[in-house]
């Protein structure tokens, strides 16, 4: 069983910058398909970024592209987004995620079977 510990968020002002952290255990980031969503207050849980297992290929959400970058660092087995440029509509509470059901796209939430227990970014105006 995967379990995923996420961490980092903060309170910072518009245009400012967090980097979240990602770390995994009982498997590795290299093998699984590692992605972050985020749930602003009466909101749906949305996608933001995803990195696939094979060939590393990363996605984005349109709202993020652009200011956002998912890395993985397979000798630390940690997944990170790196969040450039926020804004306050980036508020929200965020979750890493992993799974194996690479017939499943990137952005479904139900293609991950393993959720961090999600860390709050709050960005002020």
């Known amino acids: 069983q995967v379990q995923l510990a996420d961490s980092g968020g903060g309170l910072v002002q518009a245009g400012g910058s967090l980097r979240l952290s990602c770390a995994a255990s009982?498997?590795?980031?290299?093998?699984?398909?590692m992605g972050w969503f985020r749930q602003a207050p009466g909101k749906e849980r949305e996608f933001v970024a995803a990195?696939?297992?094979?060939?590393?290929?990363?996605s984005y959400a349109a709202p993020v592209q652009g200011r956002f970058t998912i890395s993985r660092d397979m000798s630390r087995n940690t997944v990170y987004l790196q969040m450039n440029s926020l804004k306050p509509e980036d508020t929200a509470v965020y979750y890493c995620a992993s799974g194996s059901r690479d017939y499943i796209s990137s952005s479904r939430s139900n293609g991950y079977g393993s959720w961090g227990q999600g860390t709050q970014v709050t960005v002020s105006s």
């Open positions: 009982g498997g590795t980031v290299s093998s699984l398909n």
């Open positions: 990195i696939r297992r094979n060939g590393g290929t990363t």
